[in-house]
């Protein structure tokens, strides 16, 4: 796991090995970034279900302006900080330790992008999304990136549009933006 591009690009990353860890793919994120590339600059991202934080670390080094990580698991976030560390983007990030749920449910901000990749077959995907919708957290051109298991139900919300949607091996990667119709 490294990251791709950008500032910090080339640089390794730090991560667990288990059968609960499955970080993205570096093909997966290349690809990914290659598709959202246009909305990186200057963006203000969450990255939700955090991992190792390579997300959001991927979209710092590509010149978005602040991530915050939110990851409930103690032993991930340390990697977090230490990738963090490692690729000189400390100052740009904050990291949470909190349940998702928890976090969604009392956040005040809103963001450019989010990255979502909780676990696999646990029905977290539509939760997620209605309450990233509920507390009014998407900038109005921002994009929901949500990654999932191929076997996983798709998800469609009225106030969202499926701007990509693409498999990879077991991997779905889909992109919501705000439905500009939506009243």
Partial sequence: ???????AGGINLKSLKGRDVRPTLDRVKESLFNIIAYYIEGAEVLDLFAGFGSLGIEALSRGAEHADFVESERRHL???????EKSNLKEYASVYQNDVFDFLESCQ???DLIFMDPPYKRDFTEKTINMIIENNLLEEQGLIISEKDSSEEKFEFEELNIIKDREYGNTVITIYQLNKDRK
Avoid: S, T, V
């Fill in 78 to 84: 340390k990697i977090i900080k230490e990738n963090l």
């Fill in 1 to 7: 796991m490294r990251i791709i591009a950008g500032k």
């Fill in 109 to 111: 901000k809103r963001y």
